[in-house]
T-cell receptor, first 114, second 109 residues
C-alpha cells in the first residue's frame, strides 16, 4: 500500500520555467491538499480539492494552478516559476472532511528556483 | 480567516524534562484538532481531538482540547533525544486543514 506518492522528489528550475508536481493516492480519499513549507512558517495551504473535478484556493494560491481530473491524482502547476516559490511542497489526502479522519502526507518535493 | 497559533516557536530541554506545547485557534465550523510530528520529512500523525476535556494518550505523549477557550496542549513527559522534532498543530473544518507554524523541540542528552 503506497499511500500518498509525490513526483518528483527534487527539482531545480530556472526563473520563468514551468513544471507540474504530481500527487497520487491509492486510498480512495475524497479530499486532497497541496501545502508549501518554508522555514519557521509551518505548512501553508496552497489549494485543495474535496472531490474529483473540484478545486479551491487556500491561503497562498497566487502563482499556482491545480487540477483534479481523476480522484486519485492532484496536480500542482507552476506556470512561470519565481525564486519566491523555492520551498518544500507536501501533498496530503484525507478520506473526507466530515468523518474526522487524519490526513496522510507524501514525502515532499524540494523545489529550488534559481 | 482561519488562524492557528502555536507557542512557543522553539524550545530546548534536557532528557527527562517535561514539555508542554500550546495551540490556540480560530476557525469557522470547527471539526477537529490534530497534532503531527515532523522529523525532516513528512509529518506523521499523533492525535486527533474532537471533544473537550478528553485526554488522548500514547506512551509519554498526551493531549487535550478545550473547545470553549479554543486551545489544545500537547505534553511530552520524560523526554528523549528521539523526541526532537517539529510538532505541528492543525485544525479542520468541513473542508480545509489549516496548520500552525509549528514548535521546534530540541532535546539534549
Amino acid at each position: 500500500n503506497a499511500g500518498v506518492t509525490q513526483t518528483p522528489k527534487f527539482r531545480v528550475l530556472k526563473t520563468g520555467q514551468s513544471m507540474t508536481l504530481l500527487c497520487a493516492q491509492d486510498m480512495n480519499h475524497e479530499y486532497m491538499y497541496w501545502y508549501r513549507q518554508d522555514p519557521g512558517m509551518g505548512l501553508r495551504l496552497i489549494h485543495y480539492s474535496v472531490g474529483e473535478g473540484t478545486t479551491a484556493k487556500g491561503e497562498v494560491p497566487d502563482g499556482y494552478n491545480v487540477s483534479r481530473l481523476k480522484k486519485q491524482n492532484f496536480l500542482l502547476g507552476l506556470e512561470s516559476a519565481a525564486p519566491s516559490q523555492t520551498s518544500v511542497y507536501f501533498c496530503a489526502s484525507r478520506r473526507d472532511g466530515g468523518s474526522n479522519t487524519e490526513a496522510f502526507f507524501g514525502q515532499g518535493t524540494r523545489l529550488t528556483v534559481v | 480567516e482561519d488562524k492557528v497559533v502555536q507557542s512557543p516557536l522553539s524550545l530546548v530541554v534536557h532528557e527527562g524534562d517535561t514539555v508542554t506545547l500550546n495551540c490556540s485557534y480560530e476557525v469557522t465550523n470547527f471539526r477537529s484538532l490534530l497534532w503531527y510530528k515532523q522529523e525532516k520529512k513528512a509529518p506523521t500523525f499523533l492525535f486527533m481531538l474532537t471533544s473537550s476535556g478528553i485526554e488522548k494518550k500514547s506512551g509519554r505523549l498526551s493531549s487535550i482540547l478545550d473547545k470553549k477557550e479554543l486551545f489544545s496542549i500537547l505534553n511530552i513527559t520524560a523526554t528523549q533525544t528521539g523526541d526532537s522534532a517539529v510538532y505541528l498543530c492543525a485544525v479542520s473544518n468541513d473542508y480545509k486543514l489549516s496548520f500552525g507554524a509549528g514548535t521546534t523541540v530540541t532535546v539534549r542528552a
